[in-house]
């Protein structure tokens, strides 16, 4: 099988925290990764900065508008049998305002929800591993 794929792709991911140190995740619909929860997030556009693409992103899938606090951890995504590479910068952010919410109900997000950081699922998307890896490090 020839892959399509001709280069990495850049993509983007906040980790989302709310006051009972709980993490927002996002039940994915479509690949890559189907059927896993995620961070919310996806991929940066031409021209986009990092943090630019971050906000967008949280505002198109949860409703929820957002401040970069830092970068967090990179991930990468290499599945050559599935044509997938990808590069995702994973910051933290805090939220400003919006009220949670699935913009993308009945396409690539089938759920939104808040989980305690040591009862998560454990179909976790790969990209969102380092982020929680990282976040225990911290604890």
């Known amino acids: 099988m ?35 929860w995620s961070i919310p997030g996806g991929k940066i556009e031409l021209y986009e900065t ?32 599935n044509a997938e590479h990808w590069v995702s910068a994973i910051y933290e952010v805090s939220i400003r305002g ?6 993308e109900e009945g396409g690539a997000i089938g759920a939104v929800q808040w989980f305690p950081l040591d009862r998560l699922p454990v179909n976790l998307a790969c990209f969102t591993v380092p982020a929680i890896e990282k976040l225990a490090l911290r604890e």
Do not use: F, Y
Request: aromatic content about 0%.
């Open 2 to 36: 020839e892959s399509t794929v001709k280069n990495p792709r850049l993509g983007v991911g906040a980790v989302i925290l709310n006051d009972n140190h709980e993490i927002l995740l996002v039940l994915r619909n479509r690949e890559p990764e189907k059927d896993t």
């Open 98 to 103: 919006g009220e949670l919410r699935n913009m």
């Open 50 to 81: 990092l943090e630019e693409g971050v906000v967008r992103e949280i505002k198109e899938e949860v409703n929820l508008e957002v401040e970069v606090k830092e970068l967090l951890c990179l991930a990468q995504t290499i599945r050559p049998e």
